[in-house]
């Protein structure tokens, strides 16, 4: 699975969109784009995942650029339960999952 | 569905005793995953399973560790003898076991060896 980069913290303030960058410059054409978050001592959450398009669900929005090496995630109207630490990972999800650092993103009230 | 099922929840034990967390994953599911968190190596993949059968057990530190599928609905990760390294989360995850298809995680056991 490929690497990914992610910003190591982020702020946000309550009720403005969080957009949360990841670069995964050497994805492989058929590797898709999954997006986790991990609320402290929880299991990590499933949010969103594509492979070439644009995504959206209840939860948030996935940008992927053309090339596919770089996506956004957007929580739109972000809140204080969404502060977490947010994975961003590139591979398939009936095989390993490499879970990176994460972006800490702190909701400010 | 009552999602990935995981026990036990907290687990303590002494050093060179043995452990055995259990998981058993969303009914239907075909992939089965064993992770563990550190703060030192973050969240890391132990070993996987596809219809029951492992399929890549590189990310298990050493010989004491083992685990094992013997149907579709059980899969145990037992220590054997434990150190106070072990000490970690450790989360299952099962998957629909397609490509596409997304890992759903367990609340996690955590472990704490003496």
């Known amino acids: 699975d490929a690497k990914t980069t992610q910003p190591p913290s982020m702020d946000c303030a309550e009720g403005r969109a969080a957009n949360l960058p990841c670069n995964h410059s050497t994805i492989s054409g058929n590797e898709y784009v999954y997006w986790y978050r991990q609320i402290h001592s929880q299991g990590p959450q499933y949010i969103i995942h594509g492979l070439k398009n644009n995504e959206t669900n209840e939860m948030a929005s996935l940008i992927i650029t053309e090339d596919r090496k770089s996506s956004t995630l957007i929580l739109p109207h972000a809140t204080l339960r969404d502060t977490a630490v947010y994975y961003c990972i590139a591979g398939f999800g009936n095989e390993k999952l490499t879970f990176g650092t994460g972006t800490r993103l702190t909701i400010i009230p | 569905d009552a999602g990935v099922i995981q026990s036990p929840r907290h687990e303590v034990t002494e050093m060179g005793q043995e452990v055995t967390l259990r998981c058993k994953p969303i009914?239907?599911?075909?992939?089965l995953f064993w992770y563990r968190q550190t703060m030192m190596r973050g969240l890391e993949l132990l070993i996987y399973?596809?219809?029951?059968?492992?399929?890549?057990d590189s990310g298990m530190p050493e010989d004491r560790f083992s685990a094992k599928m013997p149907n579709a609905s059980f899969s145990t990760l037992k220590i054997q003898p434990s150190e106070p390294r072990d000490s970690a989360v450790y989360f299952c995850a099962s998957s629909p076991g397609t490509s596409m298809n997304e890992q759903f995680f367990g609340p996690g056991t955590r472990l704490t060896v003496l």
């Open positions: 399973f596809n219809n029951n059968v492992p399929i890549d």
């Open positions: 009914s239907g599911h075909n992939s």
